[in-house]
């Protein structure tokens, strides 16, 4: 028995599932989860030594790699000064004036410990600032697990939200109304309805977690526009997307500007972090300088400021963000050669360091309708022979896929290699 099977199994003892986080227990995927002791550079090692090109980085954090020295050096020489104060400090300081440089719209902000965390209480501000109760979100995209944000549609396209999860009260679930993502004329018609009662719309850029579907051509333009037309807050969820599908996030990539953005997994380098911030005139309701209420005994932590803080620097040094656009060109166009080759139907999506591998002839992937119509079966057959072949991608089917700047030509060709033999043995 593999040593990750033995820990799985111990695990199961004492941890829900075994893991402290859903998608780690290989749910969508099927097998046992691994269980990693060491990550380095553009690999992260098991616990029984095996080797993997890592394209998850942690969901989306570990944008240079993992064990950067810079970022390693950075923890370190906070280390020696403590590890939480509860109180301000100059880190905190630069780090708000670097995001608000390199993400224009961010005039404040506030650091928080979880992308959770960040959405929920961006959500709170925007109902707070408008006076209004009710949300729109985008069915498949995913803003973490706060009440208001685990809900899907109802049964119509105009109808009140069900909860998705067993505790969270159908009273809380009415107020979130979920539509189909890249659909302008829903969200128009929906404005037109209850426009009135909407705070905010709060939308993934990018959606990355239905798989990778990028906005169509106009959308955001369209989305902006209708938001301002009827006085709602536009929130841009760049948890996974900011500093990642370019320095300026989605919203410097399409060239719009939201009323409020969060923040996550890269600006925290590989720490617990999130942020959410925007227009002063919004943020300014956020206590203690205006009434609504938020906190958090580890908010800004000094190490995690540290780790952040050299992260951010590092991607924004010239030239970053086209070489993860250029590695994840090539490995798209290697993944579709091969599959075509072996007559595989295969789509990929890609905006920057993100990308999307979908089991279907569909080449114009809009929702998440479109993403469940793939063939999930294959991918999670896929997914094991990668592994098999030493590259570990995200154990879903409905996740987005991270490359970083350690991936080179060697981390190339290992998946290369292992996608024409995994595309071979599915033909
Ligand atoms: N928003 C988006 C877009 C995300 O992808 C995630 C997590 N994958 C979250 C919010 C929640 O972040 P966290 O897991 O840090 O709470």
Redesign the pocket.
């Known amino acids: 028995m593999s040593r990750s099977a033995t820990l799985f199994e111990n695990a199961q003892q004492h941890i829900p599932g075994g893991v402290n986080s859903p998608v780690r227990a290989f749910a969508g995927v099927g097998g046992t989860p691994l269980f990693f002791k060491h990550a380095e550079g553009a690999y992260v090692v098991d616990e029984d030594d095996k080797r993997y090109v890592d394209y998850i980085g942690s ?1 989306g954090p570990m944008i240079l790699g993992h064990g950067h020295p810079e970022v390693l050096d950075a923890v370190r020489n906070q280390l020696q000064h403590g590890l939480s104060y509860g109180a301000p400090t100059a880190l905190e300081v630069e780090m708000a004036d670097l995001v608000s440089q390199l993400v224009p719209s961010m005039e404040m902000l506030r650091m928080v410990s ?3 965390e960040a ?1 929920m209480s961006a959500i709170r501000l925007a109902r707070g600032y408008t006076g209004r109760d009710s949300i729109i979100k985008f069915e498949g995209c ?3 697990h706060s009440d208001s944000l685990l809900v899907k549609a109802g049964s119509g396209a105009l109808t009140l939200g069900v909860p998705s999860s067993p505790g969270v009260p159908a009273a809380f679930a009415q107020h979130t109304l979920t539509l189909p993502y890249n659909d302008l004329a829903a969200i128009e018609q929906c404005l037109k309805e209850k426009g009135e009662e909407i705070a905010c719309i709060i939308i ?1 850029p990018v959606a ?2 239905m798989n990778c579907i990028p906005p169509q051509e106009g959308f955001h333009q369209g989305l902006r526009k209708l938001c301002d037309e009827h006085g709602v807050v536009l929130i841009f ?1 760049e ?2 997307t900011g500093f990642r599908v370019s320095l300026g996030g989605a919203q410097g990539h399409y060239g719009i500007t939201p009323d409020l953005s ?1 923040f ?1 997994k890269v600006i925290g380098g590989g720490m617990p972090v ?1 942020c959410f911030g925007g227009k002063k005139e919004i943020m300014s309701h956020i206590a203690p300088l205006g009434p609504v209420y938020q906190a958090g005994t580890l908010s800004g932590n000094p190490l995690a400021m540290a780790a952040g803080l050299a992260t951010l620097k590092l991607v924004s040094q010239p030239g970053f963000h086209d070489k993860l656009d250029s590695y994840a060109k090539r490995l798209l166009a290697g993944l579709q050669e091969r599959a075509d080759a072996a007559g595989i139907p295969f789509t990929t999506t890609q905006v920057g360091g993100m990308f999307g591998l979908f089991f279907t002839d569909n080449k114009d992937i809009r929702n998440f309708e479109d993403a469940v119509a793939c063939d999930v079966e294959r991918f999670k057959k896929f997914f094991h022979l990668m592994l098999d072949g030493g590259v570990y991608l995200a154990p879903s089917a409905f996740e987005a896929g991270f490359v970083s700047a350690a991936m080179g030509e060697t981390e190339l060709q290992i998946t290369l290699d292992a996608a024409e033999k995994a595309f071979k043995a599915l033909a």
Do not use: I, L, P
């Open positions: 969901w979880s992308g959770t959405t995913y803003h973490g993934e990355g977690n969820d948890v996974m969060t996550g999130g």
